[in-house]
């Protein structure tokens, strides 16, 4: 059964810095693009980052840029997302997900709280 | 990286169909073929339902389908039952290499 589960959420300050990790099983981690999704309370979906199958190419929305580095170490099957200089628009449920092998996100995990906060 | 525009709420009596529409842009859906849409219920996460436009994942009704003219994508669910009241959020690829979601609809089935 493929998992992909996320840890590492929590509360943090305007200007502090996070690191959420996401743990795949179930599939063969190394073959697939993953991405990161986050939604805000109450609100929308919005796509944050990827990383290719062997984490040289990454992508990030403009949002994020500068701020949020994704990364994967694909010997230990994990995601990562480093996240820096947080503002209070970061608060969101953070959704690790793995491509289809078409270009979809086919499996996503529970989601992880991320509060920015004083 | 523009939202997708889709209508806020859309709804619909048990039995009868609906149609939620996803305009973009030539730069993401008028181009490619990597429209998918996710289906999410409240406190839940979200679900796949179509993929590269027309296609539906094992194990997904055949009453949701999903098709493209030009700019702006579609999902059609024919047969409305309660449970497909939900959110419904469409995405696509872009030219700059990320992906871009719609705003997303709430459905309500009357």
């Known amino acids: 059964e493929v998992q992909v589960v996320e840890s590492g959420g929590g509360l943090v300050p305007p200007g502090g810095s996070l690191r959420l990790s996401c743990a795949g099983s179930g599939f063969i981690f190394s073959r697939y693009w993953m991405h990161w999704v986050r939604q805000a309370p109450g609100k929308g979906l919005v796509w944050v980052s990827r990383v290719s199958p062997d984490g040289s190419t990454t992508s990030y929305a403009d949002s994020v840029k500068g701020r949020l580095t994704i990364s994967r170490d694909n010997a230990k099957n994990t995601l990562d997302l480093q996240m820096n200089s947080l503002r209070a628009d970061d608060t969101a449920v953070y959704y690790c997900?793995?491509?289809?092998?078409?270009?979809?996100?086919?499996?996503w995990g529970q989601g992880m709280l991320v509060t920015v906060s004083s | 990286q523009s939202a997708l525009t889709q209508p806020a709420s859309v709804s619909g009596s048990p039995g009868q169909s609906i149609t939620i529409s996803c305009t973009g842009t030539s730069g993401d859906i008028g181009i490619y073929n990597y429209v998918s849409w996710y289906q999410q219920h409240p406190g839940k996460v979200p679900k796949l339902i179509i993929y590269?436009?027309?296609n539906r994942p094992s194990g997904i009704s055949n009453r949701f389908s999903g098709s493209k003219s030009g700019n702006t994508a579609s999902l059609t669910i024919s047969g409305l039952q309660a449970e497909d009241e939900a959110d419904y959020y469409c995405?696509?690829?872009?030219?700059?290499?990320?992906?871009?979601f719609g705003g997303g609809t709430r459905l309500t089935v009357l």
């Open positions: 590269e436009v027309t």
């Open positions: 997900t793995r491509h289809g092998d078409g270009d979809y996100f086919e499996f």
């Open positions: 995405t696509s690829f872009t030219t700059i290499t990320t992906w871009v």
